[in-house]
C-alpha cells in the first residue's frame, strides 16, 4: 500500500512537500483554506538555494523563465549615497545562479501545475481538534498552515503564536521595469525597490507603528509625507502610487522558538514552524526547502518517526538562526539614533558574509 500524507495548506511549502511526495510515490492529499488562488501578492525573492530545491521539483526551469533576474542591488541613505553594495556578481560566481523575483501568484502557479490535478482541496480548512483523526488517516500529517497555524497551537500552545515585531508594511507595485534592488535606511524607516516580473516594479517600506493603525488621511499621505524627502529613486515610485493599490498590514514573527519541528507523527514546515520577519528575503525559500528536505527524509528514512527526527535535526538549526538575524535587522532598521555606527555595521556584514546563497 503506497503511503500518505495529509498536507494542511496549499500554499509554497505544501506544494512543494506535495510534489516531492508524489513523485516518490506517495498519495498526498492537500487542503488548503482559501476557495481560490491569490489574485495578487507581494514579490519574492528566491535565491539560488531555492532555485536548487526548485529544480529537485521540476519548476526550476520555469520560475527561472518567468521571474526577473536580479542583477545587482545596494543600500542606501535617503539622500541616495550607497551605504553598501549587494554583491549579485559574487553570489553567481559562488552559486552559477543569481536571484530570481517572482510574484507569489506566479510562484503557486507553477506550483500547483508541477503538483498536476487532484491533490489540493480549496476551501477545506483544518482546525486543531481535527489532528488527532488526521494522524490516525494518514502515516504523516504535515502542518503549512501559516504563521497563525491552527496546527502549531495544537501541538504546542499558544505561547509559540505569532507576535507583533513593532513594524507595519506597506507594499505594492507600479509600472516599468528594473534589474536592482534597493533598500535605503533612515531613521526608524526604509524604502525598499526590487524587480518584478511582467512590467512591474515592486515596492515596499516599514516603519515603527503601533500594531493595526490606520491612517486618517489614507496611506498615500502617510508614505509621501514620511519618504517624499528621500532620494529620486524612492519619490519616483511614491509619484505613481494609487491609494488603491498600496497594502498596508503589520509584520509577524513567533514569540518563542518551537522546541522541535515535529511531534507525533506531525511536521511543521515554513511559517508554522519558524515565522520570521522579512528582512532577510527567505521566508519562501526556506519553506520551499523544508518541503523538499522533509519529503526527501520521508522517502529515505525506514520510518515515519525517524524521518521526523531527521528533517528536525537538519532544518530546525539552520531556519532557527536565520530567524534570529532576521530579527536582528529588523531591530537595525528601526533604529531612529547612532544611524551611522548602524550603517557602518551593515556594511561590514555584507563585506564579509555577502548575501545569502
Do not use: K
Not at 40 to 53: Q, V
Request: charged residues 20%; positive net charge.
Amino acid at each position: 500500500m503506497e503511503p500518505s500524507a495529509a498536507i494542511v495548506g496549499g500554499g509554497v511549502g505544501g506544494l512543494a512537500a506535495a510534489i516531492a511526495l508524489r513523485a516518490g510515490g506517495w498519495r498526498v492529499d492537500v487542503r488548503e483554506r482559501a476557495t481560490a488562488l491569490p489574485a495578487g501578492g507581494t514579490a519574492l525573492a528566491l535565491w539560488p538555494f531555492a532555485l536548487r530545491a526548485l529544480d529537485t521539483l521540476g519548476a526550476g526551469a520555469a520560475v527561472r523563465s518567468l521571474g526577473r533576474p536580479q542583477t545587482g542591488g545596494a543600500f542606501l541613505r535617503p539622500d541616495g549615497r550607497r551605504i553598501a553594495p549587494i554583491d549579485i556578481a559574487g553570489l553567481e560566481r559562488r552559486t552559477g545562479d543569481t536571484v530570481h523575483v517572482l510574484s507569489r501568484p506566479a510562484l503557486l502557479r507553477v506550483l500547483r501545475e508541477t503538483l498536476g490535478p487532484g491533490a489540493v482541496r480549496l476551501g477545506a480548512p483544518v482546525e486543531g481538534a481535527e489532528l488527532p483523526a488526521l494522524e490516525r488517516e494518514y502515516d504523516v500529517v504535515i502542518a503549512a498552515d501559516g504563521i497563525n497555524s491552527r496546527i502549531r497551537a495544537a501541538l504546542f500552545g499558544t505561547g509559540y503564536r505569532a507576535v507583533y515585531s513593532g513594524t507595519t508594511g506597506w507594499r505594492g507595485t507600479v509600472a516599468g521595469d528594473t534589474g536592482t534592488v534597493t533598500e535605503t535606511w533612515g531613521e526608524g524607516r526604509r524604502f525598499g525597490v526590487t524587480p518584478q516580473e511582467g512590467g512591474r516594479i515592486n515596492w515596499f517600506a516599514g516603519a515603527a507603528a503601533p500594531e493595526g493603525a490606520r491612517a486618517a488621511e489614507g496611506e498615500v499621505a502617510v508614505l509621501r509625507a514620511w519618504f517624499g524627502h528621500w532620494h529620486a529613486g524612492v519619490r519616483d515610485i511614491l509619484d505613481r502610487l494609487v491609494e488603491a493599490e498600496v497594502l498596508r498590514h503589520g509584520l509577524y514573527h513567533l514569540a518563542a522558538p518551537l522546541p522541535s519541528y515535529v511531534l507525533g507523527r506531525t511536521a511543521l514546515i515554513g511559517d508554522a514552524a519558524h515565522a520570521m520577519t522579512p528582512d532577510l528575503g527567505r521566508g519562501a525559500c526556506e519553506a520551499l526547502v523544508d518541503g523538499v528536505e522533509l519529503a526527501a527524509a520521508l522517502r529515505a528514512a525506514p520510518d515515519v518517526p525517524a524521518a521526523l527526527r531527521a528533517y528536525d535535526a537538519r532544518r530546525r538549526p539552520y531556519t532557527r538562526r536565520m530567524a534570529r538575524i532576521a530579527r536582528v535587522m529588523s531591530r537595525m532598521a528601526r533604529m531612529r539614533h547612532c544611524t551611522g555606527a548602524r550603517n557602518a555595521v551593515l556594511r561590514a556584514a555584507l563585506a564579509v558574509g555577502g548575501p545569502p546563497g
